[in-house]
């Protein structure tokens, strides 16, 4: 005769699980970070994303430092006198 009785050891109810809710250092890989930024010499005060205008060819190469501009309408404004923007 076996006689085994199954008893109803709580094999999992000593475990305590602290779950991290702090994720501090995690890079934040959904946006920009502020390396990407850059300010329009032209509109200054404008933050143009230096990637999305490098895509966009808002941008100049001028005396070796590469400037980033906001929109269209600042890239004939720079061409014209780009000194005027970039000695500020
Ligand atoms: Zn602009």
Redesign the pocket.
């Known amino acids: 005769m076996n006689d085994t009785t199954d008893q109803n050891s709580s094999c999992c109810g000593g475990h305590t699980s602290h779950a991290p809710v702090e994720s501090e250092g995690r890079p934040n890989l959904m946006g920009p970070g502020e390396n990407d930024m850059a300010t329009?010499p032209?509109?200054e005060g404008?933050t143009v994303v230096k990637s999305v205008a490098e895509s966009a060819g808002l941008f100049r190469d001028y005396e070796g430092t590469r400037y980033w501009?906001?929109?269209t309408?600042?890239v004939p404004l720079f061409d014209a006198d780009p000194q005027k923007y970039v000695a500020a």
């Open positions: 329009c032209v509109m404008r501009l906001c929109c309408g600042c």
